[in-house]
T-cell receptor, first 116, second 115 residues
């Protein structure tokens, strides 16, 4: 069965500093990994995904994520945080096998707070 | 290209009433997913539909909840005889395909409050 863990309920970062939001996963086949962001009272917005290829994936708003197969991790990063990055971030995984369950499995979310 | 649309954005119902939530997927998308989100929690999968078919409703309570995605018109999530525990944000997402590599696109959600 697939699972996703976001070990930190909340991450606090000063504006201008680098940020990392952690995600680890468990899946039987090849992992398809996704990051979404949710601003208050809004729906989720897709940030980036890893399907195959380069381990470093670049996405929207200057975010990137690094796929690490040996550590089964897909941490979200940004070199310099902005106050406007403050939001709730969700990691999700899907088994990439074509005959697998198509469901996305979601982490519990990490609240990112960027302080001026 | 309009995104995923959901209405109403906010819905207040008294206990025992029916709640009907609507979702119009992005143009060209024929796959719809419904999720429920409780405050300070992640998303819980409820149901996956294609046009005129329920593919997976394993996340939906067996009683009072139903969903449809007709050939014409929006997808509907219906909750009968609502109870206070149904209060939550309900999100709809759509994708153009079931292929695992496709991301899902989310609507703004319907916030249901049961009084």
């Amino acid at each position: 069965a697939q699972s996703v863990a976001q070990p930190e309920d909340q991450v606090n970062v000063a504006e201008g500093n680098p940020l990392t939001v952690k995600c680890t996963y468990s899946v039987s086949g090849n992992p398809y990994l996704f990051w979404y962001v949710q601003y208050p009272n809004r729906g989720l917005q897709f940030l980036l995904k890893y399907i195959t290829g380069d381990n470093l994936v670049k996405g929207s708003y200057g975010f990137e994520a690094e796929f690490n197969k040996s550590q089964t991790s897909f941490h979200l990063k940004k070199p310099s945080a902005l106050v406007s990055d403050s939001a709730l971030y969700f990691c999700a995984v899907r088994d990439g096998r074509m005959d697998s369950n198509y469901q996305l499995v979601w982490g519990a979310g990490t609240k990112l707070i960027i302080k001026p | 290209n309009a995104g995923v649309m959901q209405n109403p954005r906010h819905l207040v119902r008294r206990r025992g009433q029916e709640a009907r939530l609507r979702c119009s997927p992005m143009k060209g998308h024929s796959h719809v997913y419904w999720y429920r989100q409780l405050p300070e929690e992640g998303l819980k999968f409820m149901v996956y539909l294609q046009k005129e078919n329920i593919i997976d409703e394993s996340g939906m309570p067996k009683e009072r909840f139903s969903a449809e995605f007709p050939k014409e018109g929006p997808s509907i999530l219906r909750i009968q005889q609502v109870v206070r525990g149904d209060s939550a944000a309900y999100f709809c997402a759509s994708s153009p395909s079931w292929t695992p590599s496709y991301e899902q696109y989310f609507g703004p959600g319907t916030r249901l409050t049961v009084t």
